[in-house]
Structure formats: C-alpha cells, structure tokens
Antibody, heavy 122, light 113 residues
Framework: EVQLVESGGGLVQPGGSLRLSCAASGFTFEDYTINWVRQAPGKGLEWVSGISWKSDTIVYADSVKGRFTISRDNAKNSLYLQMNSLRAEDTALYYC???????????????WGQGTMVTVSS | DIVMTQSPDSLAVSLGERATINCKSSQSVLYRSNNKNYLAWYQQKPGQPPKLLIDWASTRESGVPDRFSGSGSGTDFTLTISSLQAEDVAVYYCHQYCTPPGTFGQGTRVEIK
C-alpha cells in the first residue's frame, strides 16, 4: 500500500523548534518530489515547501523562508521539516504529500498522509 | 506568487443537480512548451486529507467518478459535479503547480440543499 505517515508534531512555545518526519512506503521514494502542506484549524490549504527527488530543487513559501528547512533521506524513505523560530501562526496540521510525476518537480499531489498537528502557544 | 481565487465560497445544491465551482489564477498556469495547464482539483472531507480528483485541469484521476469534470485554460478553470451525490459533500480546492511556490484557492464548501 502506498502511504505517507507523518510524526513529530506537538505543543511548542513561540520561538521554539520542532522537527517533523514523514515516512514513505509502497513506492520508490527516491523518484518523487515530496512536499509539506499545512492547514490551520478551520482554514484552507497552504503549501509550505517542496524538495525534488535528488534534493537539487528546494522551494519554500515566503511565510516560512529562513525559519524552516526541508530535507530528505532517500536511503530511509523519509522526509523531514526542521521548524525554527515558531510563531502562533504556524499552528496547523502538517501534511506531507507526494508529487504525481516521476522525477519532475512541478506536479499535483496524489498521495497525502493523515497529518501531524503542530500547536505553537505559551 | 500566483493567487488562486475560487468562487463561490460555498454553495448548496439539490441531490442530482449540477454543482459548478470556479477558480481564477492571477497569472496564466498554461505552460506553452507542452500546452498543459498546471492546475489540479482536490476534494477534502471532514477529518480527512485532501484527495486528488483532477490534474492538468481536466484529467480525472483513476477511480474518480465521471460525474466530476474539469475544464478551462490559462487563468480560468471550472470543476463541475454533474449530478451531486450525498458523498460529494466536501470542501473543494484548486491548486496551481505551474510556478513555485504552488498555491491553493481558498476552498469552496459544497452542501446539500
């Protein structure tokens, strides 16, 4: 079964850090762009960051640039999001999502995890 | 960044009737070199992650009922549900992946009248 499973969410104080992980299975992880997309409670979807299959293309939303770092370990079929200097507005459910196209950065997202919740509050 | 604007924000449709959702992008998402529109539609039900329904503006994903269809090009796109079923109650999002960062519309909530 093709799936993505996120972990690492939790409650953190403003200014704190958190590292999210996304474990992939059921497909050749190293061949696909993987993205982070977040959804604040009761709100819409916001793309956060994406990383190409060999990590040579990395893009961030302006809202997280300079604070978040995306990375991947193809040997471990895993994606990561290091989140620093967290703000209240970063509170959201964070999904990882797989690109549809083999070895192509720009694509829709066909596989989504269930998400991991990040709450930034004092 | 490309701004995606959906209309309406919500709509209520009777069972069996047509539902139409519009999505407008602030810049064209048509990539001239391959003549493809880099535009997708997702369905999100409560407590679930989004589900990809349509990509390339009009290509239905495997397993998606044929009552869902996408159309449009350039900056103006439409998702149509030809005959609304109870299980179609959800929020629908358009998404452009032409120019990073990819951006989503604000969502359209579809309910039963």
């Amino acid at each position: 079964e093709v799936q993505l499973v996120e972990s690492g969410g939790g409650l953190v104080q403003p200014g704190g850090s958190l590292r999210l992980s996304c474990a992939a299975s059921g497909f050749t992880f190293e061949d696909y762009t993987i993205n982070w997309v977040r959804q604040a409670p009761g709100k819409g979807l916001e793309w956060v960051s994406g990383i190409s299959w060999k990590s040579d293309t990395i893009v961030y939303a302006d809202s997280v640039k300079g604070r978040f770092t995306i990375s991947r370990d193809n040997a471990k079929n895993s994606l990561y999001l290091q989140m620093n200097s967290l703000r209240a507005e970063d509170t959201a459910l964070y999904y990882c999502a797989k690109g549809t196209l083999l070895r192509f950065f720009r694509s829709a997202f066909d596989i989504w995890g269930q998400g991991t919740m990040v709450t930034v509050s004092s | 960044d490309i701004v995606m604007t959906q209309s309406p924000d919500s709509l209520a449709v009777s069972l069996g009737e047509r539902a139409t959702i519009n999505c407008k992008s602030s810049q064209s998402v048509l990539y001239r070199s391959n003549n493809k529109n880099y535009l997708a539609w997702y369905q999100q039900k409560p407590g679930q992650p989004p589900k990809l329904l349509i990509d390339w503006a009009s290509t239905r994903e495997s397993g998606v009922p044929d009552r869902f269809s996408g159309s449009g090009s350039g900056t103006d796109f439409t998702l149509t549900i030809s005959s609304l079923q109870a299980e179609d109650v959800a929020v629908y999002y358009c998404h452009q992946y032409c120019t990073p960062p990819g951006t989503f519309g604000q969502g359209t909530r579809v309910e039963i009248k």
